[in-house]
């Protein structure tokens, strides 16, 4: 098996084969290729756009957050009257 690899290895091409600077891909190549740049395209744009939602989404919750922090905050400094021991005496 060895001598046929080799043997086919080392076959001269075909004098006839077309010169490399005369084969084009074609209008089905360009189209091809411009379907994949547009397709690239609108992937790229529709990451972006999940990317920046999810950065607004972020913020809005730590605003949020933040202002569900303060409001415990302020209700936690407010002395609530069931809290008080009811036997001592009332001013």
Do not use: C, H, K
């Not at 690239?40 to 999940?50: A, I």
């Not at 609530?80 to 009811?86: G, K, L, S, V, Y």
């Amino acid at each position: 098996m060895l001598p046929v690899l080799v043997a086919l290895a080392t076959t001269p091409t075909p004098a006839n084969t077309p010169d490399d600077s005369l084969v084009t891909p074609g209008p089905f190549g360009f189209g091809a290729i411009a379907f994949i740049g547009v397709a690239v395209f609108l992937l790229v744009w529709d990451m972006l756009r999940r990317i920046r939602r999810g950065r607004y989404r972020e913020e809005v919750n730590a605003e949020l957050d933040a202002e569900e922090q303060a409001r415990a905050a302020r209700t936690a400094a407010v002395p609530d009257d069931d809290d008080t021991d009811p036997a001592a005496p009332r001013r």
